[in-house]
């Protein structure tokens, strides 16, 4: 058995596996001519371009579209994505949104955002929501579920729209992460009242920073367009309509038209992107099964995991933590999703801190809003003990041959 580079032996790579930029490795000529484009054409703002169709309006078409949706909204983050999908669906002060114990801050920091307050459900040993959990987090004030496909890994949809139905809950998903994948063939995003996705640099595919709101909900979609763009609705006639009802004050979250471009030659990309990433997950998980006491996240349907992460566990989470630091030393990217923590461990959250010291959107109810550490208790198990790396379109066979090495190697040497 070789020594292990943490105990001094030579890494499996000389160089290090660099990880997650599933789009953003493949920019090429075809990004930077389309923001050459919108440059020559002097057309940086959705709402007065020259170029038509508008690169943002082609990037919503194109997405509606690839998700199976009637209406999508280009906005400037997955996180506005989010908030926007929240105040279409009309949640905010006085309400709690059921958020999964198991998801990035924004999930979480937008609820709060919104002036609602997040509820904390726990996951299954998909790390995904457990629908059987949903019931137990509501109370009269319970208005939405947020749901969380992470890692490219779908959600138990079907059983959580049964449940929101049962509990009168809108469904937001938050598909930032998992652009792409599906459950029995339906994409996520198109299962909920409205969705949010992110392409942010570590997305299936990157504008950099950028996002979009999804829905069929032609109530929703106009509350969305208006809520992002000062509250106006500019697209029917090409401005203003004002015979509108629904009036409300708004912000500004609108994509520019040099982010739409681009999502428009990376969203061309994204079957290509998926079906690779699927490709090298495959090997990696037909190579490295069979290990004692390595077990993968289980997914719930492979046809819809879009392959962007390997994710595993191990006994404990002592053994997690060496596992990763030695495959950091053979020179392969390893990390326990968000630290090994439930969401809401993170200390602005379990502490309640806003912003401003009013105590505002916790203060909106008849009991006092508590989080404990144990509230989710198998997310609070099982975080601490996922060990997973990042798949990339363009990995070459050595990349994966030099993972499957690695794990090898460490996995000899610790279980
Ligand atoms: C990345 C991410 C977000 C936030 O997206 P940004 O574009 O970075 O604002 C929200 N939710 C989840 C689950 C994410 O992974």
């Known amino acids: 058995m070789s020594k292990l580079a943490i105990n001094g032996g030579t890494p499996v790579r000389e160089t290090l596996l660099s990880p997650c930029w599933p789009g953003g490795r493949l920019y090429d000529e075809r990004e930077a001519q ?23 309006k082609t990037f919503e078409k194109g997405l ?179 015979d509108a009802t629904d009036v409300f004050i708004g912000q500004n979250y609108r994509m520019s038209e040099l982010t739409g471009a681009v999502a428009c030659v990376q969203l061309e990309r994204i079957d290509g992107i998926i079906s690779e990433m699927r490709r090298i997950k495959k090997i990696l998980k037909d190579e490295l099964s069979g290990i004692d006491g390595l077990t993968f996240k289980r997914v719930i349907d492979d046809e819809g995991d879009i392959g962007s992460a390997l ?39 379990f502490h309640q801190k806003t912003v401003d010291a009013s105590g505002f959107p916790f203060n909106q109810f008849d009991e006092k809003i508590v989080y404990t550490e144990d509230m989710c208790p198998v997310a609070l198990d099982m975080m601490p003990r996922n060990a997973f790396t990042f798949i990339e379109p363009s990995m070459t066979d050595k990349d994966v041959e030099d993972i499957i090495k690695g794990v090898k190697k460490v996995c000899a040497e610790i279980l």
């Open 64 to 242: 509606a579209e690839f998700v199976g949706v009637n209406h999508a909204l280009g906005v400037t983050s997955g996180t506005a994505a989010i908030l926007v999908a929240l105040k279409a669906a009309g949640i905010g002060p006085g309400d709690k949104v059921i958020v999964p114990a198991c998801t990035f801050l924004a999930s979480a920091g937008a609820v709060v955002c919104a002036g609602a307050v997040p509820v904390f459900c726990d996951v299954d040993d998909t790390l995904n929501l457990d629908p059987k959990k949903i019931g137990d987090v509501c109370d009269k004030y319970t208005k939405a579920i947020i749901t969380v496909p992470l890692l490219g890994n779908p959600c138990q949809m079907d059983e959580i729209m049964a449940e929101a139905k049962k509990h009168n809950l809108i469904v937001i998903e938050d598909v930032a992460q998992s652009m792409g994948a599906s459950l029995h063939g339906k994409k996520m995003g198109a299962w909920g009242d409205i969705a949010a996705f992110s392409m942010q640099m570590n997305k299936i595919i990157t504008t950099g920073d950028g996002g979009a709101v999804v829905t069929n909900h032609e109530k929703m979609y106009e509350r969305a367009v208006r809520y992002h763009d000062q509250g106006m609705f500019r697209e029917k006639e090409g401005f203003l309509t004002n």
């Open 34 to 56: 389309a923001v050459y484009d919108v440059c020559m054409a002097k057309s940086p703002n959705r709402y007065s371009t020259q170029q038509k169709p508008g690169r943002v």
């Open 311 to 349: 994710v595993m566990f191990l006994p404990t989470k002592e053994q997690t933590q060496f596992f990763i630091k030695a495959m950091m030393a053979e020179n392969i990217v390893f990390d326990c999703q968000y630290g090994g923590r439930p969401v809401y461990m993170i200390p602005q959250i």
